[in-house]
């Protein structure tokens, strides 16, 4: 098993459609999560970061952290074709940079 | 948070050559990072470099085919030896950066895209 899985993709969606990105993982000691959005032929930009467990909110954009399931969400709201990107999860059961573990991403597509 | 300028962004290599990447930062930090993606694969972590000490490469990377440079808390650089087509793919420089006082996470640059033919 994978430490960190997420769903395949890609995913395509209609403008305005709440859409639901996730990632499962296997290490319990993993208590910070965050979302990174890759544009085609671009870095990845973070998109939200979260402590342990629970939910955080941005614009369109909520995560959601269940760590009893050791599962996470992203969820976007009224999808626009700029939403339209790669979607990596990641991982870190300690602050510092070297231990984060990606996921493999989720290709979206908002169609207008 | 970070801004990381990396260059080249893009570059057709011959077979057997090899290429050098430049990653600039904004502002001073301790780590940084480099990463491969992999045509349609996630970031593989290559190596932490850290100033004034010999990079820490991860299982499966080696100093002779990637050395990695970093001579101060703004730059690094990042070698790919006698280039092959499987090394076709794209390369990421990070820097892992505080977000506002609330602990700290990783920024990425745009990337260098490498096709080797």
């Known amino acids: 098993q994978k430490e960190v899985e997420q769903d395949p993709g890609p995913l395509s969606v209609p403008e305005g459609a709440i859409v639901s990105l996730n990632c499962t993982y296997s290490?319990?000691?993993?208590?910070?999560f965050m979302w990174y959005r890759q544009y085609s032929r671009k870095g990845p930009e973070l998109l939200m970061y979260?402590?342990?467990?629970g939910n955080k909110e941005d614009g369109r954009f909520t995560a959601q952290v269940d760590k009893s399931s050791k599962y996470i969400s992203l969820f976007i709201r009224d999808s626009q074709p700029s939403d339209s990107a790669t979607y990596l999860c990641?991982?870190?059961?300690?602050?510092?940079?070297?231990?984060?573990?990606f996921g493999p991403g989720t290709r979206l597509s908002v169609l207008p | 948070s970070a801004v990381i300028s990396q260059k080249p962004s893009r570059d057709i290599c011959q077979r057997g050559t090899s290429l050098t990447i430049q990653c600039q930062v904004d502002?001073?930090?301790?780590?940084m990072f480099w990463y491969r993606q992999q045509p349609g694969q996630s970031l593989t972590l290559i190596a932490t470099?850290?100033?004034?000490?010999?990079?820490?490469?991860e299982s499966g990377f080696v100093i002779d085919k990637f050395p990695i440079s970093r001579p101060n808390l703004t730059f690094s650089t990042l070698t790919v030896s006698n280039m092959s087509p499987e090394d076709s793919s794209i390369y990421l420089c990070?820097?892992?950066?505080?977000?506002?006082?609330?602990?700290?996470?990783?920024?990425f640059g745009e990337g260098s895209w490498l096709t080797v033919v």
């Open positions: 990070s820097v892992e950066a505080e977000r506002g006082g609330s602990g700290n996470t990783i920024y």
């Open positions: 290490n319990s000691a993993f208590q910070y």
């Open positions: 979260t402590y342990s467990s």
């Open positions: 990641a991982m870190s059961a300690w602050n510092y940079g070297q231990n984060f573990v």
């Open positions: 502002s001073q930090v301790t780590m």
């Open positions: 470099a850290n100033q004034g000490s010999e990079a820490t490469y």
